[in-house]
């Protein structure tokens, strides 16, 4: 079957150290992904998004990258910072009779050592 | 705002019992969402809502039913609750306009079934 998933369940940095989340995605007829920050006895919190009309989009700190043709998705954190300990899931938005059911991967957990 | 609230926190229930978990947006979005999200693992969708009165299964709807009589409120109610039901449930809303879907998420209800 189609699924989102991620190579590495656990990442730990140093401070200050850039980091590299990645998540592959197999459907690729969607065409929307999310990347979620979900802090600890929190609901998830939105990061950044890209369509899949882009290959890369920035936001302070974060870059997404998004490689159709092996259909890999990537968040960069830049001089990660003791706050950015969380997990990360990246979600794709599938169309399923005109509605989007997003499908979350399981979530990459980050450790940033001080 | 406040945002996406869920009522209550935390909850313990018996084999066989029933409850309703409530979750109450003032973000006037139209699109809702229930996730369940086991240890370890990602956001499995319920059951979601593209507006008032429209309803409909997610990836893990049995055992499970939901209503929506009004755009605020969006409550996930458990009939006879099992074991594997044990969980944290995350209720999300997002407005999906300029064709992206950012979804706004609970704090969170952590249920236990014994």
């Known amino acids: 079957g189609e699924s989102v998933g991620l190579h590495l369940p656990t990442l730990s940095v140093q401070e200050g150290d850039n980091s590299i989340i990645n998540c592959a995605y197999s459907?690729?007829?969607?065409?929307?992904f999310i990347w979620y920050k979900q802090e600890s006895g929190k609901g998830p919190q939105f990061i950044i998004d890209?369509?899949?009309?882009?290959d890369k989009r920035q936001g302070q700190r974060v870059t997404v990258l998004l490689n159709k043709t092996v259909k890999h998705l990537s968040l960069q954190i830049a001089a990660t910072q003791p706050g950015d300990s969380a997990v990360y899931f990246c979600?794709?938005?599938?169309?399923?009779?005109?509605?989007?059911?997003?499908?979350f991967g399981r979530g990459t957990s980050l450790i940033v050592h001080p | 705002n406040a945002g996406v609230t869920q009522t209550p926190k935390f909850r313990i229930l018996k084999i066989g019992q029933s409850m309703t978990l409530q979750c109450t947006q003032d973000?006037?979005?139209?699109?809702m969402y229930w996730y369940r999200q086991d240890p370890g693992m990602g956001l499995k969708l319920i059951y979601y809502?593209?507006?008032?009165?429209?309803?409909d299964k997610g990836e893990v709807p049995n055992g499970y039913n939901v209503s929506r009589s009004t755009t605020e409120d969006f409550p996930l109610r458990l009939e006879l609750a099992a074991p594997s039901q044990t969980s944290v449930y995350f209720c999300?809303?997002?407005?999906?306009?300029?064709?992206?879907?950012?979804?706004?998420f609970g704090p969170g209800t952590r249920l236990t079934v014994l």
């Open positions: 809502s593209v507006g008032a009165g429209i309803t």
């Open positions: 973000m006037n979005h139209n699109y």
């Open positions: 459907n690729s007829a969607s065409d929307y």
């Open positions: 890209i369509r899949s009309n882009m």
């Open positions: 999300a809303s997002s407005p999906r306009q300029g064709g992206t879907d950012t979804q706004y």
């Open positions: 979600a794709e938005n599938r169309g399923s009779g005109g509605s989007y059911i997003p499908t």
